[in-house]
């Protein structure tokens, strides 16, 4: 069994320059979350997606920032023109709804720690 | 606007002795509630969880308790391990809508002397 891996683990970038980040959920799960984390803070939601559909989007996402998940499987989460304010943990989650049981909790990826020079 | 929060930010507690972790939160549409444990350079663990229609949950060592008409839960961690330190992260969200998105709070950070 495998959770849910994100790569890279780090990636140190210069100002202005675009980077991308993927996300590999459990496999059974229909549902994938972004979310961001600063020092000190709790995670911010950025966006989620049931199967390949982007549902929702956080004000917090620029138009500089793009996620897609294509065929519903993995996702990725692309930063344009970086910025220092982006450096920050991206988190990726990963969840099966059940009904039934009543459970909703999503399961976390390791994050990229990205640093934006 | 901090829909969720936990004023503690730091708790140390003796090894055996029990943790009580708290979180407010404000907006009266969360009906689902969960807690995360975190340890450096990874991302936050699931732990245990509670619907609004519920007021207590067990999970072996962890209790959540919630008081709906105070908007606010508990963590409690009984007996405390050294292990169990690590930031700790309530975090709640609407049970159907939105996704299910989560709303956390600022976390707290467990010390566990031995």
């Known amino acids: 069994d495998t959770g849910v891996s994100q790569d890279p683990r780090h990636k140190i970038t210069k100002r202005g320059q675009n980077v991308t980040f993927r996300c590999d959920p459990i496999s059974e799960h229909n549902r994938l979350y972004w979310y961001r984390q600063t020092l000190g803070q709790g995670p911010e939601f950025l966006t989620y997606f049931q199967n390949e559909a982007q549902l929702e989007k956080s004000r917090l996402l620029s138009d500089r920032f793009s996620a897609e998940r294509p065929k519903g499987s993995f996702s990725t989460l692309e930063i344009q023109r970086t910025e220092q304010g982006d450096s920050a943990m991206y988190l990726c989650?990963?969840?099966?709804?059940?009904?039934?049981?009543?459970?909703?909790?999503?399961?976390f990826g390791p994050g990229t720690r990205l640093t934006v020079t | 606007d901090q829909q969720v929060k936990q004023n503690s930010p730091s708790l140390s507690v003796q090894e055996g002795r029990i943790s009580i972790l708290n979180c407010d939160y404000t907006?009266?549409?969360?009906?689902?509630f969960l807690w995360y444990k975190k340890y450096p350079a990874e991302g936050p663990t699931f732990l245990i969880s509670i619907s609004s229609i519920k007021d207590k949950n067990e999970d072996g060592r962890f209790t959540v308790f919630l008081n709906k008409s105070a908007k606010h839960l508990s963590l409690h961690i009984v007996p405390s391990q050294p292990g169990d330190s690590a930031v700790y992260f309530c975090a709640a969200s609407r049970f159907v809508a939105a996704g299910n998105k989560l709303t956390f709070g600022g976390g707290t950070r467990v010390l566990v002397k031995p």
């Open positions: 989650a990963s969840s099966l709804a059940d009904l039934k049981q009543g459970r909703y909790e999503q399961y």
């Open positions: 907006n009266s549409m969360f009906d689902y």
